[in-house]
């Protein structure tokens, strides 16, 4: 059973443009994060937040924010976005030691 | 510097073989090891997991050997299903902190 949601699952946009993704966890976790992975199906952490509190940033573009309003949700904003980021994009909620995945948003720029 | 790496990177096996995908790992206070599963066009899921005051850890199918003194560990899947086929990261955490992803092994099992 889902309990990660992300949407769009997919977004197709040129350069330069903004994005924003979305995630919503109904686990009740306090930790969420966000990750980044490539063609290759590297996985690398972006950002963590703890409560609203920024508390990773694994020195990403400053182009990229998170944004939270609730612990339930987390979302990414690209301001500016480059053809290098394209990828698929990964939110996850941990309890303890266990991440629990989105299925993704798949992002495509031309 | 990639601190868990996996080995091979793809990995063909026929249906019933049994599959092992090697990970290994450089920061001695990691100690906690779990291996997830990913399927094309999903997030990876937990599939098993490890601790490091253990040497093995079986889950039906799946089994984890641990040798802390080499820092390396290996998943064994037996009886491999074509239901199998995925992606399989090794990961590596230590006392709670972040998990620090390995490189993946691609698994295609062949009916």
């Known amino acids: 059973e889902t309990a990660v949601f992300q949407t769009p699952n997919y977004h197709v946009t040129q350069v330069g443009n903004e994005v924003s993704f979305n995630c919503k966890q109904t686990?009740?976790?306090?930790?969420m994060y966000w990750y980044k992975q490539d063609s290759k199906k590297l996985l690398k952490i972006m950002f963590s937040y703890n409560n609203k509190q920024l508390i990773v940033n694994e020195t990403v573009p400053r182009r990229f924010s998170p944004q939270s309003s609730d612990k339930a949700h987390l979302n990414l904003r690209i301001k500016s976005v480059e053809p290098e980021d394209s990828a698929v994009y990964l939110c996850a909620s941990t309890s303890q030691d266990t991440q629990y995945f989105g299925p993704g948003t798949r992002l495509l720029v031309l | 510097q990639q601190q868990v790496r996996q080995s091979p990177q793809s990995l063909t096996v026929w249906e019933g073989e049994t599959a092992i995908l090697n990970c290994s790992y450089e920061?001695?206070?990691?100690?906690?090891f779990p291996w997830y599963q990913q399927f094309p066009g999903e997030g990876p899921a937990l599939l098993i997991s490890?601790?490091?005051?253990?040497d093995k850890k079986e889950d039906g199918r799946f089994t984890i050997f641990f040798n802390k003194r080499e820092k390396k560990l290996s998943l064994h899947i037996t009886d491999s299903q074509p239901g199998d086929s995925a992606t399989y990261f090794c990961?590596?955490?230590?006392?709670?902190?972040?998990?620090?992803f390995g490189t993946g092994t691609s698994l295609l099992v062949d009916p």
């Open positions: 920061d001695s206070t990691f100690n906690y």
């Open positions: 990961a590596a955490s230590a006392m709670g902190y972040k998990l620090t």
């Open positions: 686990l009740g976790h306090d930790t």
């Open positions: 490890i601790r490091s005051v253990s």
